[in-house]
């Protein structure tokens, strides 16, 4: 048992609360966002705990994206891999890592196009190494997969959810004038962070919890 996340009156929580008001501004996903909102509440708790579950619990990065990754190419294709800044690590769901690569690191027209074979292809992969190690691949079916996505997209969702509009399609290189201008817990900094996020930040919140809602990801509070 794992604590994740951070209390309620701290500087995350209300990085969340920022997005909420912005998707309800949006209304293309305003029918999740009362399970966006459930979620949050819960697993933004200091009193949550993550459960570990087996046979999918593994070794996570927790911060996988892009520019946690290095190639090496090799007549102009990738021959080595190599994942760095392993701060976060844990033993938790493949789940987590997943979805982080694929709603931080992917193009936007590309997820739209191929989000479901992307999963069943990182599947079809995962039981091809299991079976190369001689594992019994029975537990880890697609059927089983998909309840493992059910269970954990939720948690990936919360830390997605800031991730994506502030790390992956926010300003770089760029430092507030003023403290003040990152105090999120004022109405007035979320409502101009809101108005000048990027139509790109705006289209990959909507995509992913249009997606996650529509597949019945976001129905499961464990």
């Not at 951070?6 to 999740?32: M, N």
Request: charged share 25%.
């Amino acid at each position: 048992m794992y604590y994740i996340l951070t209390p309620k009156d701290d500087y995350f929580h209300h990085l969340l609360v920022s997005v909420e008001e912005l998707l309800l501004e949006e209304g293309v996903v305003a029918h999740w966002l009362p399970q966006v909102k459930e979620f949050h509440a819960k697993y933004g708790s200091p009193l949550y705990t993550y459960e570990v579950r087996e046979p999918f619990a593994t070794f996570a990065h927790c911060d996988l994206w892009i520019n946690n990754i290095m190639l090496q190419n090799k007549n102009g294709n990738p021959s080595k891999v190599k994942f760095v800044d392993f701060q976060l690590y844990n033993y938790k769901s493949p789940v987590l890592d997943v979805l982080n690569i694929l709603m931080t690191s992917v193009q936007t027209e590309v997820l739209e196009a191929e989000f479901d074979n992307l999963i069943k292809y990182y599947h079809s992969e995962l039981i091809f190494k299991l079976r190369q190690l001689g594992v019994d691949t029975d537990p880890f079916s697609y059927q089983h997969f998909e309840k493992e996505l059910k269970i954990d997209t939720p948690k990936a969702c919360v830390w997605l959810l800031t991730f994506i509009p502030f790390v992956v399609f926010g300003e770089k290189n760029k430092e507030p004038e003023r403290a003040e201008e990152m105090d999120f817990s004022r109405k007035e900094v979320r409502d101009k962070f809101n108005k000048n996020i990027s139509h790109t930040a705006k289209r990959r919140l909507n995509f992913m919890i249009k997606t996650f809602g529509e597949k019945g990801w976001l129905d499961s509070f464990i």
